[in-house]
């Protein structure tokens, strides 16, 4: 019923930059928190950074202590669409990124439904 789609991810040298994408698209009334989450080989899926539907981030939990001062959250209501801008990558920032919504299918309905994307690749290598 939604689908989110990515964009952006590839091979970066450390201290480089890229912006990933995720566009919702599908049977949505609203979308209330977005956010990024990473998955390295052999570990857990972990929060990166999340943004309210007003675009707030400034909650303590907003980003991982490990992406502080380094990644940016943002997105465009209008276009569905979630934005992480990554600066100063490092190796440990490589894993598969994946974005999520939480979505509102109707107006006559309070249940919201979380939602995956498929995930893309972020390299951090020299």
């Known amino acids: 019923q939604v689908q989110l789609v990515e964009s952006g991810g590839g091979l970066v040298q450390p201290g480089g930059s890229l912006r990933l994408s995720c566009a919702a698209s599908?049977?949505?009334?609203?979308?209330?928190?977005m956010g990024w989450y990473r998955q390295a080989p052999g570990k857990q899926r972990e929060l990166v950074a999340t943004?309210?539907?007003?675009?707030?981030?400034?909650?303590?939990?907003s980003y991982a202590d490990s992406v502080k001062g380094r990644f940016t959250i943002s997105r465009d209501n209008a276009k569905n669409t979630v934005y992480l801008q990554m600066n100063s990558l490092k190796p440990e920032d490589t894993a598969v990124y994946y974005c999520?919504?939480?979505?509102?299918?109707?107006?006559?309905?309070?249940?919201?439904?979380?939602?995956w994307g498929q995930g893309t690749q972020v390299t951090v290598s020299s």
């Open positions: 943004v309210t539907s007003g675009g707030s981030t400034n909650y303590a939990d």
């Open positions: 599908g049977s949505i009334f609203s979308i209330n928190a």
């Open positions: 999520n919504a939480r979505v509102r299918h109707s107006p006559y309905t309070v249940s919201e439904y979380d939602y």
